[in-house]
């Protein structure tokens, strides 16, 4: 029987597979991570439906991590719906700078179908109305926003058609009420394609508005 040396042993002995080491984040790295695993979670669940401890865990660390970054849910929750408001904001205030005005509102609406396609959670985290939120942060306070581009738009319109350009903000609001409106329907269904939701939305005001009366009344009863 052959005699085989401690020596000899120790070199068959399997090597064991070196763990591969944990690329450690920069603090910047880790914040960007956070905040994109909390908007997932906000869009699934809500603000109160979320927890640190669930956003801690996805980002597999202590939940002390995610208090030094935001201070709690509420400032986390602040930040990821700022960064939605501003960037649908940009993209509708984009659209509305080239173009007669349909063209503006058919871009206007192509351009909120096209966020909410391709931005399907940041729009729900939007849509998710959350007590702590002021009228400053939320999905209601873009639309106002963009109304008020709309409503300089409408004015200047209805001043060549000899409409009162003081109703300017009424119109403003409704059109883009019609959108919005929509476009949380078409966040579920899809269907139509987001060209023809648009095409049909242009159509519905558009035709509406080129038969405006200049002093409407109400309907004689009767």
């Given at each position: 029987?052959?005699?085989?040396?401690g020596?000899?042993?120790a070199?068959?002995?399997?090597?064991?597979a070196?763990?591969p080491?944990?690329?450690?984040m920069?603090?910047?790295q880790?914040?960007?991570?956070?905040?994109?695993i909390?908007?997932q979670?906000?869009?699934?669940?809500?603000?109160?439906?979320?927890?640190?401890?669930e956003?801690?865990?996805?980002?597999?660390v202590?939940k002390?991590?995610?208090y030094e970054?935001?201070?709690?849910?509420?400032g986390?929750?602040a930040?990821v719906?700022?960064?939605?408001v501003?960037?649908?904001l940009?993209?509708?205030t984009?659209?509305?700078?080239?173009?007669?005005?349909?063209?503006l509102?058919?871009?206007?609406?192509l351009?909120?179908l096209?966020?909410?396609?391709e931005?399907?959670?940041?729009?729900?985290v939007?849509?998710?109305?959350?007590?702590?939120?002021?009228?400053t942060?939320?999905f209601?306070?873009?639309?106002?926003?963009?109304?008020?581009?709309?409503?300089?738009?409408l004015?200047g319109?209805?001043?060549?058609?000899?409409y009162?350009?003081?109703?300017?903000?009424?119109?403003s609001q409704?059109?883009?009420g019609m959108v919005?409106?929509?476009?949380?329907?078409w966040?579920?269904?899809r269907k139509?394609?987001?060209?023809t939701?648009?095409?049909?939305?242009?159509?519905?005001?558009?035709?509406?508005?080129s038969?405006?009366?200049?002093?409407p009344?109400?309907?004689?009863r009767?």
């Amino acid at each position: 029987m052959t005699d085989v040396s401690g020596s000899e042993r120790a070199r068959r002995r399997p090597v064991p597979a070196a763990k591969p080491s944990r690329v450690r984040m920069s603090a910047t790295q880790r914040r960007e991570q956070l905040i994109s695993i909390a908007r997932q979670i906000f869009a699934e669940r809500g603000f109160d439906a979320t927890s640190i401890e669930e956003v801690a865990a996805r980002a597999k660390v202590s939940k002390p991590v995610v208090y030094e970054h935001f201070g709690g849910k509420e400032g986390l929750y602040a930040v990821v719906v700022d960064r939605e408001v501003r960037a649908l904001l940009d993209r509708v205030t984009t659209a509305l700078t080239a173009g007669n005005p349909r063209e503006l509102l058919e871009q206007a609406a192509l351009t909120l179908l096209t966020y909410i396609e391709e931005e399907t959670s940041g729009f729900r985290v939007l849509v998710r109305e959350s007590p702590l939120m002021s009228a400053t942060g939320n999905f209601s306070s873009v639309m106002n926003d963009v109304a008020h581009q709309v409503e300089h738009i409408l004015a200047g319109e209805f001043s060549i058609r000899g409409y009162d350009p003081k109703l300017a903000e009424l119109y403003s609001q409704a059109l883009v009420g019609m959108v919005a409106l929509t476009g949380r329907w078409w966040l579920e269904v899809r269907k139509p394609r987001k060209e023809t939701v648009a095409a049909h939305l242009v159509n519905l005001a558009w035709n509406g508005l080129s038969h405006l009366e200049s002093k409407p009344g109400p309907i004689p009863r009767g």
